[in-house]
């Protein structure tokens, strides 16, 4: 899948952090020279005259706020979350702002519906916590393993530089079990670096000691550099099991620091 649309969507449920969710919206969709579309599931067939009422005003006011005029459109669905990835797929959106209030207690363990609409989701999420810090992305995390397949994720870099070029891109990568491994990681740092520098990049690359909680470290660094934003692959979730036993991205996207997560499928390619 290539993200090629020209939509930024946001799930719009006329909550607190819905309105925040329209912050990271409009200041993506100005940087990424997108359309913001206002997505609202409604229970009934019934409602939905006056949603559109409702939703009108709240379009009036990003216009005056933000300068930016979204669209808006109601979907029926009784499972919202479900809902909002299958509108944002058939949409072909090129990002959807999704909110979360974290995750706690009993939900740990039933697995919360943010991880449930990620996983598998072929539309990248953005999953916020709070208002943006800054109007620009400023500092962006990217956790690359170099001992793995690392070109797609090193295009992401490059694709997001052309929207924020006086971002610092913070590359988090761990160190090598071993000396060979370790020369490898080096070797392949000292390539991107220049790669990178070469097209005006700035790059900061961090090591991390593979044995420790990743997330964590993640979360540290990113908290280190004054992260805007943290991306992370996602991965399918095939059974219940996994969410019992918690996912990384689980852990990032209720950090405690509420830096927003971008969350991509693996699969997915940016032009």
Do not use: W
């Not at 999704?98 to 991880?115: A, E, F």
């Not at 992401?156 to 000396?179: C, E, L, N, Q, W």
């Not at 790059?203 to 990113?222: G, M, P, R, S, Y």
């Amino acid at each position: 899948m290539e993200m090629s649309n020209n939509l930024i969507v946001v799930p719009f449920d006329f909550t607190p952090m819905s309105y925040q969710a329209i912050e990271h919206g409009a200041c993506l969709a100005m940087a990424m020279e997108k359309k913001l579309l206002l997505l609202h599931v409604a229970g009934k067939e019934s409602e939905i005259p006056a949603l559109e009422k409702k939703l009108q005003i709240i379009v009036d006011e990003c216009l005056e706020t933000y300068q930016l005029q979204p669209e808006f459109k109601i979907v029926k669905g009784s499972r919202p979350y479900a809902t909002i990835k299958t509108a944002a797929e058939e949409l072909n959106a090129a990002l959807v702002i999704l909110k979360t209030g974290g995750i706690r207690g009993i939900k740990r363990y039933t697995g919360i519906r943010t991880i449930k609409i990620l996983s598998g989701s072929l539309v990248p999420f953005v999953v916020i916590q709070d208002a943006p810090k800054n109007a620009t992305l400023q500092n962006i995390v990217f956790p690359i393993n170099f001992l793995g397949e690392h070109d797609t994720k090193l295009k992401r870099v490059v694709f997001f530089s052309r929207f924020y070029p006086d971002a610092t891109m913070h590359i988090i990568t761990p160190s090598g079990k071993d000396t060979d491994k370790e020369k490898i990681i080096a070797s392949n740092i000292k390539v991107m670096t220049k790669a990178l520098e070469d097209q005006n990049i700035k790059v900061n690359f961090i090591t991390h000691d593979h044995t420790k909680n990743k997330a964590e470290l993640i979360i540290a660094a990113a908290k280190e550099a004054n992260a805007d934003m943290i991306m992370t692959p996602t991965e399918n979730v095939p059974t219940a099991i996994k969410f019992l036993f918690g996912l990384r991205e689980e852990k990032l996207i209720s950090n405690a620091e509420k830096i927003p997560v971008m969350c991509v499928h693996a699969s997915l390619q940016f032009l």
